[in-house]
């Protein structure tokens, strides 16, 4: 492994630039097939390319991908124990309350449990668990003129109970 030279922060970082984004992430899973039901199954992601019984690319509206699924170095494994490094969850952003809803509503249908449900001010957030365990949030962005904020300006985002039934009846 190469190593990086230690660089010492400036006094005035110079911020990455606004326009850039997550392009997908790429979950290591014991199951293929196990996966797919799930996130295309379930989620309702399209799969877009699948690469035999190994790996599988799915994506929301055509994108190449959004989520890799492989089974390269973890056919048949275990989740990471607790106390261990790794992915604490992926977050898939719906465009609209009403989405997140129907999300909810294909969760309940599939019997799939939450871990949480929360409120943050400028977002609501479902939490769950994949197949293989990795931490998996779905959730919408209030528009950004809804965030709450201190009285200095500062943005004051809070973890409150989200309301699921108010939320169902959206879907």
Known sequence: MTRLPVIEPAL???????????GHVHLKVADLD????FYCGVLGF???????????FISAGG??????LNT??????????????????LAILYPTRAALADALRRLVEAGIELDGASDHGVSEALYLRDPDQNGVELYWDRPEAQWPH???GTLSM???R??????LAEA
């Open 12 to 22: 005035t970082p110079r911020p990455i630039d606004p326009g850039v984004r997550i």
């Open 162 to 167: 989200l309301d699921l039934r108010a939320l």
């Open 63 to 68: 994108y190449h991908h959004h989520i890799g």
């Open 150 to 152: 201190d009285r200095d």
């Open 72 to 89: 390269w170095e973890s056919a048949g494994g275990q989740p990471p124990a607790p106390g261990t490094t790794g992915l604490y969850h």
């Open 158 to 160: 809070v973890t409150e």
């Open 46 to 56: 399209e799969l877009i390319q699948r690469y035999g019984k190994r790996a599988a």
């Open 34 to 37: 196990r996966a797919l039901a």
